[in-house]
Every structure is written in C-alpha cells, then in structure tokens.
C-alpha cells in the first residue's frame, strides 16, 4: 500500500522559507515521478513542479522557477521542495503525489494515483 506522509507547512513571512517534505513508503519510486501541487482556496489544484526519481531530473512551473526547487533522497525515500522568496500568492494547501511505475513525465493530475494529505503553507505580507 502506498503511503505519502508531507510534512513542513506552516506560516511564513513574504519573502521567507519553508521546505516541505514527502516520505514515500508502499513500494518502489526509482521508475517513476514524484510531483507537488497547490491549491488556493476557490482555485483548481495547480501543478508546481515534479522529479524523476530515478535520475533528479527536475521541472518546475514558471511561476515558482527560480525560488522553488525540488530534490530527493534515496536514502529516505523522500522528496523535498524548497520554497524560497514566497510570496502572498504562494499561499495554499501543498501536496505531493506519486505516479504508476513508467510515467516518468507526468505533470497532469489524473497522472498521479497516489497523494499526500496535503500540508497548509501560509505566507503572510
């Protein structure tokens, strides 16, 4: 069974930092991609960026390029995504997902068949 544990939300100032983390457990990710998402309150779940897990390779939305990154450890069987220079607008439940064994490009939610539950990041101004 799959299991996605996020951690690292919380309440920040504008231009602060938060990392949030992803522990994957249930099975093995080195084939596939881990993704984060956001959703703002009244607004659809938006794609942040994702990670190959296999080779680190990373993509990231523009509108967090140069302030967010995402990195992984194999070791711990986690994922991070490290928030920098947040802004207001940054503010929303953040999850991490898990695509199927193969789907190394996936960006698109219906890709993801497995989600954390979510974790609250608030940036104040």
């Known amino acids: 069974q799959v299991q996605l544990v996020e951690s690292g939300g919380g309440l920040v100032q504008a231009g602060g930092s938060l990392r949030l983390s992803c522990t994957a457990s249930?099975?093995?990710?080195?084939?596939?991609?881990m993704g984060w998402f956001r959703q703002a309150p009244g607004k659809e779940r938006e794609f942040v960026g994702n990670?190959?897990?296999?080779?680190?390779?990373?993509y990231l939305t523009d509108s967090v390029k140069g302030r967010f990154t995402i990195s992984r450890d194999n070791a711990k069987n986690t994922v991070y995504l490290q928030m920098n220079s947040l802004k207001p607008e940054d503010t929303a439940v953040y999850y991490c997902?898990?695509?199927?064994?193969?789907?190394?490009?996936?960006?698109?939610?219906?890709?993801?068949?497995?989600w954390g539950q979510g974790t609250q990041v608030t940036v104040s101004s």
């Open positions: 249930g099975r093995t990710f080195s084939s596939s991609a």
């Open positions: 997902a898990a695509a199927p064994i193969g789907a190394t490009m996936a960006r698109y939610a219906y890709e993801f068949g497995y």
């Open positions: 990670i190959r897990w296999g080779s680190g390779v990373t």
